[in-house]
Nanobody
Framework: QVQVVESGGGLVQPGGSLTLSCAAS????????MGWYRQAPGKKRELVAA???????HYEDFVKGRFTISRDNAKTTGYLQMNNLKPEDTAVYYC????????????????WGQGTQVTVAS
């Protein structure tokens, strides 16, 4: 089973940038899709972006044009480049690796990391 560890979160001012990483172990990474989700305090977890094993990306409307999802199958690592960050982007960001990524991913489906905190504040 794939195990994943997120990193790269932190405190950034509005308009700033961060790059999150999702380091995966296991040989199944390249054949699985990967998704980035986030959960803000008091809110449900929501899908941010997803990418197939072959590199086809999907973005939720609220991050289109600002975030870029990518992956390096040779390094078994995924990334989320976040630009022009807004206070409403503040959340814990989670990586999920699974055969299919959906907007309502079950906590029991695929491999989840522990999350990385992103805080956007001046």
């Amino acid at each position: 089973q794939v195990q994943v560890v997120e990193s790269g979160g932190g405190l950034v001012q509005p308009g700033g940038s961060l790059t999150l990483s999702c380091a995966a172990s296991g040989s199944m990474f390249s054949t699985n899709a990967m998704g980035w989700y986030r959960q803000a305090p008091g809110k449900k977890r929501e899908l941010v972006a997803a990418i197939t094993g072959g590199g086809t990306a999907h973005y939720e409307d609220f991050v289109k044009g600002r975030f870029t999802i990518s992956r390096d199958n040779a390094k078994t690592t995924g990334y989320l480049q976040m630009n022009n960050l807004k206070p409403e982007d503040t959340a814990v960001y989670y990586c999920n690796v699974a055969p299919v990524i959906t907007s309502t991913q079950s906590s029991d489906y695929g491999s989840w990391g522990q999350g990385t905190q992103v805080t956007v504040a001046s």
